[in-house]
């Protein structure tokens, strides 16, 4: 969240994908914006910049902060939401008129413009039990696509939805597309333990050495070059109506 005295925060569509986070707006570029960071747990870094602060909190509770926002960023929040369209209603209950609410959701999916689905099984394998596991814990993954219907719904105007792809590994020729598939890798790569251990023991009845061989399946088909699979990422903002407009 953040406050900015101008409550007139730049909001530009043909940015980058990873438009701000709580660390851009604490930047030298808007040394007059207060930023809160919310987690439900201390994971942030020792340093942080003068106004940019962390609370520990969870966000699907009653909002309890003193003043409206002019900027509410969200990032990968599928699977920690049960209520979605209420936690955009109550971004937009702490907005000032004319604030911005803005998303940034990688999606659990899978996608290829040629065959190479059909030669990854365990990561399709992967992703069905994913969204399987987390709709029996309440916070279904795979939501991003309502995005822009729930903002909608919740009052918002000039909703807008961009969708970007993002390889799984360094297989395309584009050269920006190549280092996205790069950090996507290493990113999936590290996060499959984290992702699996919990939903699938406590939902599905797996053990782990059950997942652990479907892991070693779903890191074999995501260093494999030859698979040109992909995720999207779901850009999704839009502004509280001003009064009177």
């Keep these: 969240m953040c406050s900015h005295p101008n409550a007139d925060l730049p909001i530009d569509p043909e940015a980058d994908a990873d ?3 709580d660390e ?3 930047s030298a570029q808007y040394p007059e914006a207060q930023v809160i960071g919310t987690d439900l747990s201390p994971i942030q870094p020792s340093w942080i910049p003068p106004n940019c602060v962390f609370e520990i909190d969870d966000f699907e509770l009653p909002w309890n902060f003193t003043q409206p926002f002019d900027f509410i960023h969200a990032r990968s ?9 209420h936690l955009f209603r109550q971004a937009h209950q702490n907005l000032v008129p004319g604030g911005w609410f803005e998303l940034m959701e990688p999606t659990v999916d899978i996608f290829s413009d040629d065959d190479s689905i059909s030669k990854a099984p365990n990561l399709s394998e992967w992703r069905d039990m994913l969204i399987e596991a987390s709709g029996k814990f309440g916070k279904e993954m795979g ?3 309502n995005y822009k219907k729930w903002m909608t719904e919740a009052g918002f105007t000039d909703v807008t ?20 598939g790069r950090y996507q890798q290493a990113n999936m790569l590290e996060a499959l333990d984290a992702y699996s251990l919990a939903l699938f023991t406590r939902f599905l009845g797996w053990s782990v050495d059950q997942i652990q061989m479907l892991l ?6 995501l260093l494999d070059r030859k698979l040109h699979i ?3 990422y779901y850009l999704v ?8 407009s």
Excluded at 216 to 221: F, L, P, T
Aim: net charge neutral; charged share 35%; hydrophobic share 35%.
């Design 19 to 21: 438009l701000y986070s």
């Design 24 to 26: 851009d707006y604490s």
């Design 77 to 85: 929040v599928e699977g920690s939401v049960k209520d979605f369209p």
């Design 143 to 145: 939501a991003a696509k």
């Design 161 to 180: 939805e961009e969708i970007f792809k993002v390889p799984f590994s360094p297989w395309a020729k584009d050269l920006k597309l190549k280092e996205l």
């Design 216 to 221: 070693v399946g779903v890191r074999q088909e």
């Design 230 to 232: 992909y995720s999207r």
């Design 237 to 244: 903002y839009g502004r509280k109506e001003i009064e009177g």
